[in-house]
């Protein structure tokens, strides 16, 4: 996932990060530009979903954004990849810009990849025989961060939810039907516990 829509970090490390070796110039994985870069290569996959290569290179760097992201929650502007190194930048620098990208591109995607058959990023796929139909239901639970875009590259379908979170969509490809189903939404106390 590493290489995926990474640039290289020239300049950057100077003013945000920690560790400036090498003058600065280093191959900082998963820098914010992996997120920023891979905006138009994923919006460049959804009008050409038979180009699998976008595909990839975009969802490594999706995946690759949140990695920045340690156990305790704070953020990393990058991946240091020198081997004396080979850790995480303790300061933030710039990680909301490639956080940006990855949240306005963030989804779940069924592929028919030409070698590989069906293949769900970030997402669970589950394949079902209809007894009604005598044909294949296919079921796409989202795994995603977001959960509220699927891009169904069979049907060229880009499906997105403006408001709560998609369960799961259940596809009758030889009908080319989605049935969409939504999370219900989640109901928030109007009282709040006091403190003293």
């Not at 994923?42 to 009008?47: G, T």
């Not at 038979?50 to 991946?79: K, P, R, V, Y």
């Not at 891009?151 to 997105?160: G, K």
């Amino acid at each position: 996932w590493a290489w995926n829509a990474g640039s290289r970090s020239m300049g950057d490390l100077g003013n945000n990060g920690k560790w400036f070796v090498n003058k600065g110039v280093e191959r900082g994985l998963m820098h914010y530009r992996a997120g920023l870069n891979m905006i138009p290569l994923m919006e460049a996959y959804r009008q050409h979903p038979d180009d699998h290569l976008l595909l990839e290179i975009g969802m490594g760097a999706i995946a690759g954004q949140m990695c920045n992201i340690d156990d305790s929650g704070a953020t990393s502007m990058m991946f240091h990849s020198f081997p004396f190194i080979n850790e995480f930048d303790p300061r933030s620098g710039d990680y909301g810009l490639g956080f940006f990208g990855h949240s306005i591109q963030a989804g779940a995607y069924l592929v028919h990849h030409p070698h590989m058959g069906r293949v769900c990023y970030l997402c669970n796929l589950r394949e079902m025989h209809d007894t009604s139909s005598g044909h294949t239901l296919v079921e796409i639970t989202p795994t995603d961060s977001y959960r509220q875009r699927v891009f169904i590259e069979p049907l060229a379908l880009y499906l997105r939810a403006r408001t709560g979170t998609i369960s799961n969509v259940k596809l009758h490809l030889h009908s080319e039907r989605a049935v969409v189903s939504l999370d219900a939404p989640q109901v928030l106390s109007s009282q709040s516990d006091s403190v003293d």
